[in-house]
DNA sequence: CTCCTACCTGCGAATCATTCGCAAGTAGGT
DNA sequence: ACCTACTTGCGAATGATTCGCAGGTAGGAG
């Protein structure tokens, strides 16, 4: 699904300019991942986009794919659809309630908001369908980590080194 | 984390007697595996459901805590943190929006909302750290899974078939 | 209480998405 | 036109999760 030519080219616009001033190469690749993904209104995952590319362009690999997807996701030009953690989560918590999650180390702590609840779906998004749930998700840095901060720049991998499973047990 | 032992043993009571009702056998692994689960504030993942486990139970699989943490979601009883994708998928909106996500075939659509962005961060989230964003998340079954309803069950696996990548192509 | 059997479990192999390592290719400054 | 650091395309490696199968057991029948 396409999105407008004139917003397709906005982004297209915001993009080409903030890679340059970033100081990395235009090569042809990047430029069509950066066009398929500029006019997309599905958030497509890596292998979406790659599919998408490969009529336009046999020659390009999925990692190059994901590469440049990730670039942008970095330079904060595009998103990812949810933190993304290393693994499935499990909530034993059936009682209706939000999340607060720490965007540094995937810890995740429940919080209730009679506000919250209180709050109707809105028109545009109950035309897309039934409804069954709306989850409010606070994303952050906790104060663990917010406490041990300061050392790496700001990439993706900043996440909590690899080690015991069992982190992310803070407080 | 663990909760109080008030809350731990209602949840145990919950998931034991759904589990009965729904004529599954009460073997110690998953009593086991129900029981640290029940009393986790952390939203643990499989692997550190096993890890916490591994100590009292040396034999238990790690494959055995998957099954049955999937058949205690399949039955409603726990909560998968944000609906899982296949994969990891792209947002080049970077205006503040949220999505409705469809739970059958994992359809995301943007929608916006000046109600929800006037939200303001209920203290009882602020308390875990540095707000980030907030993002609002509604989730049910898309007009289009709803057309060609009915068939399977309920299950976990009552997504679209694996097939091409390019499906939620919906509309 | 004993017996049976459908349902479980532990394992090692298989999947899948995503990432690495490295040799060959090229954007872009000089 | 020429360098060379940054990029690519691959095929192999990872890490999470799932399968297939052979042996084990919950729990209902007798
Ligand atoms: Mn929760
Ligand atoms: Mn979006
Ligand atoms: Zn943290
Ligand atoms: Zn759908």
Not at 8 to 34: D, N, P, Y
Not at 52 to 72: E, F, G, I, K, Q
Not at 90 to 100: A, N, S
């Amino acid at each position: 699904m396409k999105i407008g030519a004139r917003e397709t080219e906005r982004r297209m616009e915001r993009i080409t300019s903030a890679v340059k001033a970033a100081g990395v190469k235009l090569t042809i690749q990047r430029l069509e991942i950066f066009r398929e993904l500029a006019a997309s209104a599905d958030h497509p995952s890596a292998e979406a986009v790659f599919e998408a590319l490969h009529a336009r362009m046999p020659t390009v690999s999925l990692d190059t794919v994901y590469r440049t997807l990730w670039l942008l996701t970095d330079l904060g030009l595009v998103h990812t659809l949810g933190p993304r953690h290393e693994s499935v989560r499990f909530d034993p918590k059936l009682e209706r309630h939000h999340h607060f999650v720490c965007l540094r180390c995937g810890l995740v702590r429940d919080f209730e908001s009679a506000e919250l609840d209180a709050l109707r779906v809105p028109a545009s998004a109950a035309r897309f369908g039934r409804v069954e749930a709306t989850h409010v998700e606070v994303r952050g840095v906790c104060s663990g980590c917010a406490r041990k901060q300061g050392r790496k720049s700001g990439g993706r991998n900043d996440k909590e080194p690899k080690g015991g499973k069992g982190s992310n047990e803070h407080e």
